[in-house]
């Protein structure tokens, strides 16, 4: 990989130098927001099952923390998300074609 050495351009010598070399942010596949210098959250729409004894537990975990208005924090398919004490939380069912659907959800706005 080139190096920029005041001016002029140079391959590093061994792999530890590669690896020190500071990266920008296109290197590292970060997409960066110009207004708030903060890493862009891609867009995701995932369903992940749990077993019951899995989900009683979450489910445990999310009611301690409504009830003691804190913020609630839960890992889904490998991403860590906090969702804030001041999100909103509702029920949703649905009809259609012979199936039924009941969601809870849970919504806030990302500053």
Do not use: C
Not at 59 to 80: P, T, V
């Amino acid at each position: 990989m080139p190096r920029n050495t005041g001016g002029r351009r140079r391959f590093a010598r061994n792999e530890a130098e590669e690896k020190q070399r500071p990266r920008s942010a296109a290197e590292n596949n970060i997409e960066l927001n110009p207004e708030a210098d903060v890493k862009k959250k891609k867009k995701r729409d995932i369903e992940k099952a749990y077993t019951n004894e899995q989900m009683i537990a979450k489910l445990k975990r999310l009611a301690d923390s409504l009830a003691e208005g804190k913020n609630f924090r839960i890992q889904i398919a490998g991403e860590r998300i906090t969702v804030p004490k001041n999100a909103i939380v509702n029920i949703e069912h649905e009809r259609e074609d012979g199936e039924e659907e009941i969601e809870f959800q849970i919504k806030w706005k990302t500053e």
